[in-house]
């Protein structure tokens, strides 16, 4: 079975301070990492996945997480935060050997301050 | 185009009685996926529907929930004798391809749930 784990269930922070989300997995298999967004009143968004190659992925508005296969973690981290990067942030994973389930964890509100 | 959607947004009812939350996926979509979110909690899966295949029913809590979807278009999730136990956020979520995780699943806006 697979667990994900999201210790921190809130982060603030103050506006262009860098921040990390940490995000720690157990699987028995390999498996696909993704972090999902989801902003105040709006679904949840598909931020960023590593599927396979390299193990630094970047999303489009400057998020990147790192799959750390010997530390079981895939944390993702920005730089330079916006007041607009506040929402909750999911990390998820999906067993590589065709099975559709997603596995969630608890999910980190990040809260970005002026 | 139009993304996932889900009626209605919020639900309150009392204890013992059914609901029905629809969940519209994105047109074109061939599987579609059924959440359950608690307060505090991460998502649980629920049903996974793909095409004409019988749907996996595993991450029903009990017998209690059904779903039915018609086709690859809209599907309904019922909850009978509701209880305070069932008060969550249910996602609804569809994918192009299904059977890979690999495959974007696109989520809807949730119907919030709340038994008094």
Known sequence: AQSVTQLDSQVP?????PVELRCNYSSSVSVYLFWYVQYPNQGLQLLLKYLSGSTLVESI??????????????????????????????????????SYKLIFGSGTRLLVRP | GAGVSQSPS???TEKGKDVELRCDPISG?????????????????????????????SGLPSDRFS???????VSTLTIQRTQQEDSAVYLCASSLLGGMTENE????????????
């Open chain 1, 61 to 98: 508005n400057g998020f990147e997480a790192e799959f750390n296969k010997s530390q079981t973690s895939f944390h993702l981290r920005k730089p330079s935060v916006h007041i607009s990067d506040t929402a909750e942030y999911f990390c998820a994973v999906g067993r590589m050997d065709s």
């Open chain 2, 105 to 116: 699943q696109f989520f809807g806006p949730g119907t919030r749930l709340t038994v008094l």
């Open chain 2, 29 to 57: 979509h061939t599987a579609l996926y059924w959440y359950r979110q608690r307060l505090g909690q991460g998502l649980e899966f629920l049903i996974y529907f793909q095409g004409n295949s019988a749907p996996d029913k």
């Open chain 1, 13 to 17: 922070v103050f506006e262009e301070a």
């Open chain 2, 67 to 73: 779903a039915e979807r018609t086709g690859e278009s």
């Open chain 2, 10 to 12: 919020n639900k309150v």
